[in-house]
């Protein structure tokens, strides 16, 4: 039988409040430079005053529908597996793993997703200056007064954000490779969350906060979830 190794819990606080602390100042960067408005502004012109990648196949279909299905692949994966280490011995040992894999994109996708129904923030496409028949406030007015939009934090994003759980979980189970999987989540939420820019489905800010959400989510469950979970020995079984 090979050696099980015990690896140290990771995530918490001090794993939360420096991105919180960064979003905070990219926010407050955001809304001093008005970068929502300047960059989505820029965005549409060069789409030629429209939407023109809205409705197209790579962006709508592939991108968003294709990356949605594939997350949801993914976590029913995750779900299966620890539903599968009941039965099979060899996934036992890693249950703590495929338990927090199955709950915390979940729960951040679920976070992400009361923020938009609660939040009453506007995607960028309704909105006047973009071709819609909503004035444009900035997002700390649109949160103080909310309106009937639920564009915020951005959704999408959050299918590839909500991963950040593989970063935590390989940090406890295979930490050489744990960087090289928080930049591919990482990759798959800006990839996610431009795509949805170019639809004219949301701003800056609103990819900005979804990615806080997910990392803060994922990374509060890790050593709830994970500080027991066992890392296999790469050594041969003797």
Not at 46 to 75: M, T
């Amino acid at each position: 039988m090979s050696e099980t190794v015990y690896a140290p819990p990771v995530g918490g606080v001090r794993s939360i409040l420096p991105v919180l602390a960064v979003a905070l100042l990219l926010q407050a960067l955001i809304s001093a430079f008005q970068l929502d408005y300047a960059w989505t502004h820029w965005l549409y012109e060069q789409e030629g005053g429209q939407w023109l990648f809205k409705e197209h196949w790579l962006f709508s279909d592939l991108i968003h529908s294709g990356g949605r299905r594939l997350s949801i692949l993914l976590a029913l994966a995750c779900i299966l597996l620890y539903a599968a280490s009941f039965k099979l011995q060899r996934l036992r040992s890693g249950r703590r793993v495929l338990a927090y894999l199955a709950v915390a994109p979940l729960m951040a996708s679920a976070a992400v997703l009361l923020g938009k129904r609660l939040s009453g923030v506007d995607c960028p496409w309704s909105l006047s200056p973009f071709g819609g028949e909503v004035p444009y406030r900035p997002l700390l007015q649109q949160l103080l007064s909310p309106g009937d939009g639920a564009c915020f934090p951005a959704g999408h994003a959050s299918a590839g954000y909500a991963w950040f759980a593989l970063y935590f979980a390989a940090a406890t189970v295979w930490p050489r490779v744990r960087l090289r999987i928080l930049l591919g989540v990482m990759l798959t939420g800006v990839l996610f969350g431009l795509a949805q820019q170019l639809r004219g489905a949301h701003f800056l800010s609103h990819d900005l906060w979804s990615l806080t959400l997910c990392w803060s989510i994922c990374a509060g469950l890790a050593p709830l979830m994970l500080s027991r979970s066992p890392r296999p020995s790469l050594q041969p079984a003797i």
